[in-house]
């Protein structure tokens, strides 16, 4: 008997870390990736607020962050679908950092403890809160179906090696959608001008 397996040229495959937020999984290329910083309320590395937005004080240097929770309205979408759908089964979103996703004090402990996957996009860079924070692995990238094309934030989508379907973030969405790229290039330009 003769096998023959065709792979379509429009699938990629790249190194990719895994991270979780609210119970769901999502994968962060490699490349943008920067360093990892696990945030604690007491500690040297922790979240602090200017002008309501969320910072982290880095060797010396604010980092603007953004919560992916928030960005990708995953507590909203919970409440909507009922507190038990989308959890992992698997009790990973109960030891996930402390922050719980179901709207109790968790939401309170998510704004100073939390993983944050410092990336970076051209010379802009920033940090993306995530509650768990998984291994890297190689994923093989297919394009997202045409009805998500629209958003910026997802670059594509990844079966993992468990079977669960995940959706590929894009580094660049991710900053522009919190609008952090604009104010940074802003910022960029006034200090020129100076």
Avoid: W
């Amino acid at each position: 008997s003769k096998v023959a397996v065709k792979i379509p040229l429009a699938l990629a495959i790249v190194s990719a870390l895994i991270v979780e937020c609210a119970g769901e999984r999502f994968a962060i290329p490699q490349l943008s990736v920067v360093e990892l910083v696990r945030a604690k309320g007491g500690s040297e590395n922790k979240i602090e607020r200017i002008k309501n937005t969320p910072v982290l004080r880095l060797r010396d240097r604010l980092l603007p962050l953004v919560n992916l929770r928030q960005l990708l309205r995953l507590d909203e979408t919970k409440a909507r679908s009922g507190n038990g759908r989308g959890r992992a089964s698997d009790g990973h979103a109960d030891h996930a950092g402390g922050a719980a996703a179901d709207g109790g004090d968790g939401a309170d402990r998510s704004e100073t403890d939390g993983f944050i996957v410092v990336s970076q996009v051209g010379t802009y860079s920033f940090g993306i809160i995530v509650d768990q924070v998984y291994d890297t692995e190689e994923i093989v990238v297919k394009p997202v179906a045409k009805i998500l094309r629209n958003i910026p934030l997802f670059s594509g989508n990844t079966i993992l090696g468990d079977g669960r379907v995940v959706m590929i973030l894009d580094p660049n969405g991710v900053a522009s959608a919190s609008g952090e790229i604009a104010l940074a290039e802003g910022d960029h330009a006034q200090i020129e001008k100076e």
